[in-house]
Every structure is written in C-alpha cells, then in structure tokens.
C-alpha cells in the first residue's frame, strides 16, 4: 500500500467493504475467503487484514452482518426501546450511544432565518464508511454526509442548501480535527440545526445504543407523537449529522431497513460495522 493510499485508508477500506458487500448479495454467504477476495481483486491475505483493521473481526465472520436479512435480526435481537433507555442507563446526558456528546439546538426564530448570519466551515475527511463531508459552526459540529453513493457535488449542495443564508467557508483545519475526534470516539460538541420537531426526533436517535437498533414507530411512541411515524420518517431522513446522530439504527417495524439519505449500502455497511464490533466487545 503507498504512502497515498495509507492515509486515505478509512476511505479505502470502505471501498473494499462497499464491494465486498455487492459480492456478498451476488454470490450469498457461503463465499469462501479465498472466492471473495479474488471476486475484489485482492490476495485473501490483504483482503484479511483489511477487514481486521476495519471492524476487528474476520471475514468469514463478517460476512454475517452483511447478509440481507441482518436487520430483521437486530430488530429481534438488539430493540431498544427508548422510553426505558435512559432509565436503564443506556444512554444519557453524560453519555449518549457510544460517543460523548454534548449537542446544542438552534432556536426556532435562527432556523427560520435559514442559518442567516451563521458562520459554517467545511472539509472533506476520510471516515470508516467512504469519504465525508463534515460541517462546524463556532459551536461544533452542524453537519455529516457520505459522498460514497451520491458523489461530492450532490453531498455538498444537499448539506449547503438545509442553511442557504449561512455564509459557508472551506476551513480544514478547524473542522478536520473536529470529525476525526468524532470518529475516532473522543467526542464531539454538535450544533443541532432544525425545527423543535425535527430536534425532539433527533435526540430520540442519540437514546440508540451501538450495535442496537429501534423503530420509526417506537421513537414516535417515545416522543410523545404516537401517530406521526410518517413525520418521523421525514425527520430521520432530514438528519444533517449522520452517524453522529445514528439515524441508521432506525428501521421498519417489519424489519426492513427503510431507507437513508445517503445510500442503502452505506446505512447497511453502518449497522454491520456497529454489530461486528459490538460481539467483538461482548
């Protein structure tokens, strides 16, 4: 591996899995090692360390967690409901899922003005899921998106245009180290940018555990809006901070996956990497 190619390495693993999943649906989960890696062009050795580095657990054993109907069994298997999640210390103020977050919402009156007067900076970073585009405010981080399926041009004017009177500025040396200390678990301050409803649903995400998953039902029951799961849906689609606020981890009641903003493939290789990692800890 170059050099280059070294320091994009989160990127590039993600290339690898986003294949390896494609090859994975194509040729089911009986695929030996050896099938697999050949299928993606790699030597099974690479192909190995690379899912090692990645999700710290095998392939053949990875291979689980990218099957189809891996959702369905974290619905059976890892539910939470979110009425009892703080009360059982799954999450909470000090500690919200996997990551210490500290998260402060925009007042309805500044999301009105369409982030009029607001100062955002923005950088592409590398990340565990493909390439991403994060986005700050002096308060921390306001925005997530993964160019993986949708591409750079798409991302940007999907995150530009949720504030187009905020004055945007590319700024990496602010915001990189912001994301990658996200990414990397040691936290991050985030500015939520939206509606009162749209904020109740995202802190409702933040009550998801890693490695657990809920319903868009369950998080309207929890929000005290019990019949508005199709507004709910809506919300979770118009998450700005992906992965952070884990809008991945909610599914259909049926145990389909529903959809996500910025790919299937992503949303799928998302609760994979969080289930794989969370039966390496167990």
């Not at 090692?33 to 053949?60: M, N, T």
Request: charged share 20%; aromatic share 8%; with cysteine.
């Amino acid at each position: 591996m170059t050099d280059s190619l070294a320091a994009e390495r989160p990127a590039y693993h993600y290339a690898v899995i986003a294949r390896a999943l494609a090859e994975i649906d194509a040729g089911g989960p009986a695929l030996s090692l050896e099938d697999l890696a050949a299928r993606i062009g790699l030597s099974p050795a690479h192909f190995q360390r690379i899912f090692s580095q990645w999700v710290g657990v095998s392939p053949k054993r990875y291979q689980q967690y990218l099957t189809l109907d891996h959702a369905r069994r974290l619905l059976a298997e890892r539910f939470t409901v979110l009425d009892t999640a703080l009360a059982t210390g799954l999450s909470g103020p000090g500690r919200l899922h996997d990551l210490f977050l500290r998260w402060e919402a925009m007042s309805p009156g500044d999301f009105a003005r369409a982030g009029e007067g607001l100062e955002i900076g923005w950088a592409w970073v590398a990340s565990p899921f493909g390439e991403a585009l994060a986005m700050a405010t002096p308060r921390g981080l306001c925005g997530l998106a993964f160019s993986a399926e949708m591409g750079r041009e798409a991302a940007m004017a999907d995150l530009a245009g949720r504030w187009p009177a905020a004055r945007l500025t590319e700024d990496p040396d602010r915001v990189v180290p912001l994301a990658e200390a996200a990414f990397g678990g040691a936290g991050a301050d985030l500015h939520l940018i939206g509606a009162p409803f749209q904020i109740k649903v995202w802190e409702a995400l933040l009550r998801i555990p890693s490695g657990h998953v809920t319903t868009y039902s369950e998080i309207a029951q929890s929000i005290g809006h019990p019949a508005a799961v199709r507004a709910v849906g809506t919300a979770v689609g118009r998450n700005p901070i992906s992965f952070l606020i884990p809008c991945h981890r909610a599914l259909r009641k049926s145990g389909g996956l529903g959809g996500y903003h910025w790919g299937l493939p992503v949303k799928r290789a998302m609760l994979a990497w969080e289930a794989a990692r969370a039966d390496a800890i167990a």
